[in-house]
């Protein structure tokens, strides 16, 4: 559920504005059919679903939808500017760490209750499904060499650089070749840190006599899913974040008018896009938060 809400945001980030509409306003069928992809649930329970989802997502379009537009609009002066900081790239970073973490939080009540009102076949079902695809991964993983990682990689920054800035130059290029062969794939690494949280996530289903008591847990996942990371993942994600940044202050600090005049269109039209389907009401954020908890 989580995932597909803030994929709103991150199609907002990397596509154009008729895509952003759709994918957005699509939503309230997508993520119930997503989920359904992994437990069969009943009448009863799809109808819980339902309710739940339409609340998240007026919550979301109330009260992240125009702190989208915002964040965009000023990160564009910047890549105005001649001399961005990698301070001030890290900065942007770190909010959309926190627009993704308050998505997780304000969905968590309606997942633990999901969990809660499932039975133990459907739960069965439901991690059973984590297993296959998480095997599905892996096999995909061990098919790529080293080198076909890298390449994957480039390809995919190459592409999504271009989407914002337009046909890149040389030494833009050159940036991402670095980038690639510095960038230190999870690998099979990330894939165990996942299992680990959905094993425990299994174990709190079993374990939890009440929601609060599930909600609880779940939130402290939530908040600090660093302690279920081992350290040398942990530090392969801090020095991937840190080339990243860095890849991005090269680029930007090196775009040419024609590229600024790109990304300026693209961000005009991305954040109209998103004030348009902004639906802020204190009325409705006030309403939504006692549909998500039931009160």
Not at 257 to 268: A, E, F, L, T
């Amino acid at each position: 559920m989580t995932r597909l809400i803030g994929m709103a945001a991150v199609i907002a980030m990397i596509s154009g504005c008729s895509r952003v509409q759709i994918a957005y306003t699509q939503l309230d069928w997508l993520l119930p059919y997503y989920i359904k992809t992994y437990v069969e649930l009943n009448v009863e329970q799809s109808g819980l679903l339902d309710q739940r989802v339409e609340a998240i997502l007026s919550w979301h379009c109330s009260t992240h939808l125009h702190a989208y537009a915002s964040f965009l609009r000023s990160a564009n002066l910047d890549f105005q500017t001649e001399n961005i900081t990698y301070e001030a790239l890290l900065e942007y970073s770190i909010r959309i760490e926190g627009f993704w973490k308050e998505i997780l939080l304000q969905a968590s009540p309606a997942i633990s209750e999901l969990l809660l009102n499932a039975d133990q076949s459907q739960l069965d079902e439901l991690f059973n499904s984590f297993i296959v695809r998480n095997e599905e991964w892996r096999a995909e993983f061990t098919k790529m060499t080293s080198e076909e990682i890298q390449q994957d990689k480039r390809k995919h920054m190459n592409k999504e650089l271009k989407r914002w800035f337009g046909p890149l130059q040389s030494s833009q290029k050159n940036a991402v070749q670095k980038w690639s062969i510095n960038f230190t794939p999870l690998g099979l690494e990330g894939l165990h840190m996942r299992e680990a949280w959905q094993r425990r996530l299994y174990r709190l289903t079993l374990d939890a006599d009440n929601q609060s008591m599930l909600l609880d847990k779940l939130r402290e996942m939530i908040i600090n899913p660093e302690q279920y990371r081992s350290p040398e993942y942990q530090q392969r994600l801090d020095h991937n974040r840190n080339e990243t940044i860095w890849l991005i202050h090269a680029v930007v600090n090196s775009l040419t008018q024609r590229q600024k005049d790109h990304v300026n269109r693209r961000v005009r039209s991305i954040a109209s896009d998103f004030d348009e389907l902004s639906c802020n009401s204190d009325q409705v954020v006030s309403s939504v938060s006692h549909t998500i908890t039931g009160q």
